[in-house]
């Protein structure tokens, strides 16, 4: 996020926040993960490849028996999904779309030969993705965004690890979607979250919150 707490501005192009280092470093974090979420409005702005890009890494999965990138997860209540954005159409490895109950069938129908739906619940139910994900083997989810899904993954106490990335510049409009939105954090004034690393890589900084037991389990 910018230093005044948004992941995008306004417009329409996508904006940068990291620096190569960090994305780098986010590829490695990628790569340890068994899937990518993102939700369906960053599917369709930001058209992510949501790839392990370095050839050593996915070579290094491939040694682990793993294919050499995540699963790839979207949640929509709409559905309104192009089969031919990069999401579906890149990378050998499985999309996964939980779909709440009412587009079902017209999901199904639009995107049934590029992923597989799920029925999600209406609204879709995260707990109920999560657990889902667990039976198709996934230990280790990676959030990549937009502010909808970090907000309901983290009021939902469904995260064991927040990492934030502050870039050296404002935004300044609020306009521009934030980090999070409003909603009911478990951690507010009250219950302060457990700080476990800050590391200064160029430019912007990485700060690391254990939020559950399970940080680091993986
Ligand atoms: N800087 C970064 O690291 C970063 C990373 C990712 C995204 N972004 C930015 O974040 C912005 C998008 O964020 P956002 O908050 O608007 O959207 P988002 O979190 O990417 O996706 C929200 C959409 O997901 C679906 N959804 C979420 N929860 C749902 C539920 N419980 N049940 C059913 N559907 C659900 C809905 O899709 P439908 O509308 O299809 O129903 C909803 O409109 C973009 O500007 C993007 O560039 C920044």
Redesign the pocket.
Known sequence: ?SIDGY??TAADE??L?SNDADFDRVDGVRAGCDAIL?????????N?RLLVRSPDRQAERVVRGLRPTPLKV????????DPDARFFTLGDVEKLVYC?TPSLDRAAGKLGKVATVID?GD????HRVTADLHRRGVRRLMV?????????FLTESLVDELQLVVAPFFVGDSR??RFV?DGTFPWGPGRRADLAEVRQIGDVVLLRYKLSDRFGAA
């Open positions: 996020m992941v995008d996508r904006l926040l993102v939700g369906a409005a960053t599917v369709r702005q930001d992510p979207t949640v929509t209540g709409s559905c309104d999904l709440a999600g609204p879709v139910d995260l990549e965004g937009g502010g909808s899904m970090h907000t309901q521009a979607p939105s």
